[in-house]
Every structure is written in C-alpha cells, then in structure tokens.
C-alpha cells in the first residue's frame, strides 16, 4: 500500500522532477499554516453500518483540504507529503481532537480515527493520544485507531509496544486495508487487534471473480476464529452487499450506504432508515 500511495503522489506530482519537488515544498509550507490556522482542513464521516447494512453503528473520520489554489487535495496525495515534513502528529493529532467532538456528540456511535505508522514512532504516542481524547471528556472505548499493515513491516518492537499500551488504555484497534500487505497473516498472529477491514480492492472483484469471494470467505472464517470484528470497505453496489452480508461480515462500509460526509450532515445518515441487504 505504500507503494500504491507512492505512485499516487508521484502522478499527482507530474511534470519534471524539479517541479515536483517546488510543488511539494509549496504544499508543505501551505499545509504547515493550514495546521497552525485550521483554514482549509476539515473532517469528514463516513459510516459504519451493520452486517445487514440497515444502522449506523460508526464513523469513521477521513480528513479534507481544500486549498484555497489548488482546489481539493486528496489524503493520498498530501498525508505523505505530512509524513515527511514531520507533520503527520500535528495533523493527527488535530484529527483525533475534531472526530473526539463527534465521539462527544454521538455517543453511541464508534468513532474510527486513521493513524499513520509513523506517529508510532513518537516516544509516548500513546499516552499522547490518551491525553487528547481524556481533556475531550470521551472514553477511548468509542475510538477505534485504524492502522495499516505497513506500519508493522520494521520496528516490531516499537509498534508492538505501543498497541499494547493504547489496547489498554481501552482504544479498540482496526487493521486496515487487510489482504494489501506483505504478510497479513503473520502480523495478526503478532500483533494484537479488535477488527480487521478488508480492502476494498477485494471487495471491488465480488461478482467478477471467484477468487475474491473465496478470500473474503476465508478471511472472515479466520477473523472469527480469532475473535475479530470482521469489516468490510468499499461497498459499492447491493450485489456485494448481499455477498459480504451472507459471508458473515459484521460492517459494511462503501459509498453504496453513503461517502463521508461534513459533521452537519452526519444525524441525517444515522437517522435515515436502509432497507436491509435482501439475503
Ligand atoms: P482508508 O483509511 O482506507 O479510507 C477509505 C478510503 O476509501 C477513503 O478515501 C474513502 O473515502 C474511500 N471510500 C470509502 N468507500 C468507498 C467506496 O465504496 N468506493 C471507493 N472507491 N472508495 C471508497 P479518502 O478519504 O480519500 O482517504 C484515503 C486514505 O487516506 C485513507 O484510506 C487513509 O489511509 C488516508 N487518510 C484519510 N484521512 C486520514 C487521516 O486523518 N489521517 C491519516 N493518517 N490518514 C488518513
Ligand atoms: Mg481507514
Ligand atoms: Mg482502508
Ligand atoms: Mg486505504
């Protein structure tokens, strides 16, 4: 998945190699400000629904920018460009504090918050985020940290660590993107989580191919036989709803329920009554 991202921010970056790099230094230097003054960043939530597809039962917190030249960035194209400027905490941070708002304001729902691998890095990162939601007034039972299988390539002992100490805290943990990395399987023997979110590349091939149904069904097995909360993303169409349903995922996430959407319009969607997935 690093490399996918890679090679997004690379296509985002196109002309000579010199202007890729002024541009990216001009992005770095505008997101720098946008982190000090919050104009132009925003959150946005998409849902979580159940296994029948019918309720709401989380968010998860995506960021926005809207830069005032460039018009819409997209994660992909700026996250790395905040991992490598030293930003990425900063950013994190301020994500974590904006979806702990919602937490406080929807208290049934769970919140699902993305952390990037590097943010682990950082000597008591746990505690750091412990100390954001806490000064929020929400417990970190409500806030679910999604992590990608990358994180855990290097630094076995750091990484390890440190998802200890915030499963203790009472964080609930998301492996995210599963199926995309290297040796998924090891990594859920290794380390410790609550769920596991299957990628949406997956979920993209239900219908067209065999194979992707027979993962899915095998992840889900073995994520049950691990006790984990087994969800899958990208759900765009009923017919893979109906699959992922009848494969026994236990939440459904894609643009078939909804895409994220500003914290406005967030008690619509958990108001508004699905039909479920017919099985
Ligand atoms: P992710 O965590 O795997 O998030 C899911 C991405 O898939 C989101 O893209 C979401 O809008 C998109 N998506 C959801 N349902 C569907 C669907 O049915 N079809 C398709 N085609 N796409 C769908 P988004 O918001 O552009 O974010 C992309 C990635 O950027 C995220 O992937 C995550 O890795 C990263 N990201 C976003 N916000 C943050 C953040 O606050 N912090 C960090 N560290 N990373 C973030
Ligand atoms: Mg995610
Ligand atoms: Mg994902
Ligand atoms: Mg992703």
């Known amino acids: 998945r690093a490399k996918e991202e890679g090679r997004d921010a690379y296509r985002f970056f196109t002309g000579s190699m010199d202007e890729s790099i002024i541009v990216r230094r001009a992005i770095e230097q505008d997101l720098r400000i946008a982190l000090d003054t919050g104009e132009g960043l925003s959150?946005?939530?998409?849902?979580?629904?159940?296994?029948?597809?019918?309720?709401?039962?989380?968010?998860?917190?995506?960021?926005?920018?809207?830069?005032?030249?460039?018009?819409?960035?997209?994660?992909?194209?700026?996250?790395?460009?905040?991992?490598?400027?030293?930003?990425?905490?900063?950013?994190?941070?301020?994500?974590?504090?904006?979806?702990?708002?919602?937490?406080?304001?929807?208290p049934d729902l769970s919140i699902a918050v993305n952390v990037s691998p590097l943010q682990f890095r950082t000597h008591g990162c746990a505690e750091a985020l412990e100390a954001i939601v806490r000064a929020a007034g929400v417990e970190p039972g409500q806030i679910e940290l999604e992590i990608t299988e990358g994180i855990l390539l290097d630094e076995d002992e750091v990484v390890r660590d440190a998802l200890a100490r915030l499963r203790r805290i009472g964080f609930r943990i998301a492996l995210d993107d599963f199926g995309t990395g290297y040796s998924s399987l090891s990594y859920l023997r290794k380390f410790e989580v609550d769920k596991i979110k299957i990628d949406r590349s997956f979920v993209k091939r239900l219908g067209h191919d065999n194979e992707a149904a027979a993962i899915i069904h095998a992840v889900v097995t073995l994520g049950h036989a691990m006790a984990l909360s087994v969800t899958a993303e990208g759900v765009e169409t009923e017919e893979q709803g109906q699959m992922l349903r009848l494969a026994g995922c236990n939440e459904l996430q894609g643009f078939l329920f909804s895409e994220a959407v500003p914290q406005a319009a967030i008690q619509q969607l958990v108001d508004r009554k699905r039909t479920s997935l017919a099985a």
């Open 43 to 106: 959150v946005c939530y998409q849902p979580q629904m159940d296994g029948s597809g019918t309720i709401v039962t989380g968010l998860e917190a995506l960021i926005r920018w809207h830069h005032a030249v460039r018009g819409e960035l997209t994660p992909e194209a700026f996250i790395p460009i905040a991992e490598e400027a030293g930003l990425i905490d900063q950013l994190g941070k301020w994500v974590l504090e904006q979806a702990c708002g919602v937490a406080r304001l929807w």
